[in-house]
Nanobody, 123 residues
């Protein structure tokens, strides 16, 4: 069982930055692929980024490439999402999730989810 708690969301102006954190419980954090998803009002939850257990392999949705960076600290059981050059279209609730296997792009791959943190980007 893994419990995930996100933090770091908030209100920021376009062009600004935020860093999201996701703290995980449990002793086997490094065995999980970690993902970030987001869900805007009226839209489906979408993949944003993922990182392998070792941290060596990362993926990003095209719309955030070059602006967002995912990282993890396995000693602290924490995954991060550094978000720079934020745009109003980045406004959403951001969720972190943990997976043991499967394609990183799909919500059904992930076994555990956090409660989400709101990110609002004003124009």
């Amino acid at each position: 069982q893994v419990q995930l708690v996100e933090s770091g969301g908030g209100l920021v102006q376009a062009g600004g930055s935020l860093r999201l954190s996701c703290a995980a419980s449990g002793r086997t954090f490094s065995s999980y692929v970690m993902g970030w998803f987001r869900q805007a009002p009226g839209k489906e939850r979408e993949f944003v980024s993922s990182i392998s257990g070792s941290g060596r392999i990362t993926y990003y949705v095209d719309s955030v490439k070059g602006r967002f960076t995912i990282s993890r600290d396995n000693a602290k059981n924490t995954v991060y999402l550094q978000m720079n050059s934020l745009k109003p279209e980045d406004t959403a609730v951001y969720y972190c999730a943990a997976s043991t296997s499967g394609s990183v792009y799909y919500t059904r791959t992930y076994d555990y989810w956090g409660q989400g943190t709101q990110v609002t980007v004003s124009s």
